[in-house]
């Protein structure tokens, strides 16, 4: 039920009350919740081995909306600054994707093409670059993009959020 619920807007019964934390969501974050439910104790052993072996990068590392054509890149592509700022204040998805950005600065002299692959690399750095422009400075996803992007933003990122 948990997962039905999140992968379909909320619908409202006759008398019923969304609870805020359960469906306060303009922005649909449930769609990631329900992507990282079963795989996301997965998602973060392969980021400490520091070997991707799986298929969770659009919705564990989102990037733009648009960058990506795939369904899945579509899927779960970021509309807006003001929803990249949601998804970085969401207590549960801002935590693991800070977890996740420390997970992979665990490999110092390691590139994120060794610990990604190719293209998921690019996408690494797209999605840096969207959280750094809305995150606090000195962020793990600003180094990040020092450590993995030669300390260079992606350019169609910025001019996405711009």
Avoid at 43 to 58: I, N, P, T, Y
Avoid at 71 to 80: F, K, L, T, V
Avoid at 88 to 105: K, S, V
Wanted: hydrophobic fraction near 40%; charge should be negative; glycine fraction near 6%.
């Amino acid at each position: 039920m948990v997962q039905t619920l999140a992968n379909q807007p909320p619908e409202q019964t006759r008398g019923s009350q969304p609870s805020q934390t359960q469906w306060h969501d303009d922005f649909y974050l449930g769609r990631f919740l329900a992507a990282q439910q079963a795989v996301y104790p997965n998602v973060l052993e392969e980021l400490r081995d520091g070997f991707k072996q799986s298929h969770w990068m659009w919705f564990i590392f989102p990037q733009a909306k648009g960058l990506g054509r795939s369904p899945m890149a579509q899927r779960y592509g970021i509309a807006s600054r003001a929803e990249a700022e949601a998804y970085l204040a969401d207590p549960i998805l801002g935590a693991r994707l800070a977890e996740c950005t420390q997970a992979m600065l665990s490999h110092p002299g390691r590139s994120a093409h060794d610990i990604l692959g190719s293209p998921d690399n690019m996408k690494f750095c797209s999605s840096m670059t969207l959280f750094a422009e809305v995150a606090n400075k000195g962020s793990p996803f600003e180094q990040a993009l020092e450590e993995f992007c030669d300390g260079k933003r992606d350019e169609r990122t910025l001019a996405f959020l711009n």
